[in-house]
């Protein structure tokens, strides 16, 4: 809205309107001017999606007519760069991706002058496989454990169940531990300086227990081993007081143990081994230690549990619904 309150004002439809009348055997052109005239009833947004263009192509329009740069609207299109390598190269390269994830650009240049005789460029090299829909990131982590029939048989099981017991809430479960020794991340600095952070490395850690109910952000969380979970569990069951839920967590010994003590409006659901990402608490401590711990530096236990409590309890349960969602849920 801001872009179409600016730029696109009065004069410039008119002028659209007026070269729209000496142009029109000019389709190329015709396009672009119709463009901006609709966006001036709609916005640049829409009518960008409806024409399939850019909103950056559509500004560009407005611009050459609002400072009298008409004669760009006549330019042609840039044309592609043609590739150097032809179908059976590229998949030669794309075979050396998938053989070597982590080869360098650099590397690839010197095997592609080597097998192909081309001596290209890096960013030439670089641009051809991004056209084959390479891109450099970061995978993410699965244990060589993990058996997906299993978590797909969970996830419907789980569906079931919770539908058979409408009057009952649903909570996962997870603990995790925090300590004094620094963690680094990124974060906003400022250009041109040298960014340092001080750490601290240290031993001292306790651990956090937390329940969340991805459908209303509703949590319970309290200050490993199973004598502690005893204390949770009795914790949250007075804090639901009449209410019953269903409790899902992890496999891990202590919540296994027959020292276990499980109140009476609490079922426990247990995920499938080496499944920590049907765990939507996962992500809610990602979020706290992120905020809490990375670029940050506490002289003591006490005042790192003073900062988790107090961050903790800020959070709304929006924010918490929004961090743990469960997509697998269905309703």
């Known amino acids: 809205m801001a872009l179409r309150s600016k730029l696109l004002d009065e004069k410039v439809v008119e002028s659209a309107k007026a070269m729209l009348k000496k142009v029109r055997n000019n389709a190329y052109v015709t396009k672009k001017l119709n463009a901006v005239i609709a966006a001036k009833k709609h916005s640049i947004t829409a009518v960008a999606k409806i024409c399939c263009i850019s909103r950056t192509a559509l500004t560009a329009w407005i611009k050459h007519l609002k400072f009298n740069r008409e004669e760009k609207l006549f330019a042609p299109p840039q044309r592609r760069r043609k590739t150097r390598l032809n179908q059976s190269q590229r998949e030669q390269v794309e075979a050396w991706i998938q053989e070597n994830p982590n080869i360098t650009i650099k590397e690839m240049r010197i095997k592609i002058q080597e097998r192909f005789g081309l001596d290209i460029s890096k960013s030439t090299v670089h641009r051809n496989m991004q056209r084959m829909k390479f891109s450099y990131i970061t995978p993410r982590p699965v244990h060589n454990g993990q058996d997906k029939s299993k978590q797909e048989e969970f996830k419907k099981n789980l569906n079931e169940t919770i539908g058979k017991y ?9 603990e995790s531990r925090f300590g004094t020794h620094s963690k680094i991340g990124h974060g906003w600095f400022k250009k041109g300086i040298r960014t340092q952070v001080k750490i601290k490395l240290g031993r001292q850690n306790f651990y956090l227990y937390s329940a969340v109910n991805p459908r209303n952000g509703e ?52 995920l499938p081994p080496y499944s920590p990402e049907l765990n939507p608490v996962e992500r809610f401590w990602l979020y706290i230690k992120q905020n809490i711990l990375c670029n940050k530096i506490y002289d003591t236990i006490t005042l790192l549990e003073r900062t988790l409590c107090k961050f903790v309890t800020s959070l709304t349960h929006s924010i918490i619904k929004q961090l743990c969602n469960v997509s697998y849920l269905s309703s």
């Not at 409408?166 to 997870?174: C, S």
């Not at 490993?224 to 496999?251: A, K, P």
Request: glycine fraction near 2%; proline fraction near 3%; aromatic fraction near 14%.
């Open 219 to 270: 949590s319970s969380s309290s200050n490993v081993n199973t004598d502690c979970m005893n204390i949770f569990l009795e914790q949250m069951s007075q804090y639901l007081g009449i209410r019953e839920t269903f409790l899902v967590m992890d496999c891990a010994s202590w919540h296994r143990s027959k020292n276990l003590k499980v109140p009476k409006n609490i079922d426990i659901i247990y």
């Open 166 to 174: 409408p009057e009952k809430e649903l909570f996962f479960f997870d």
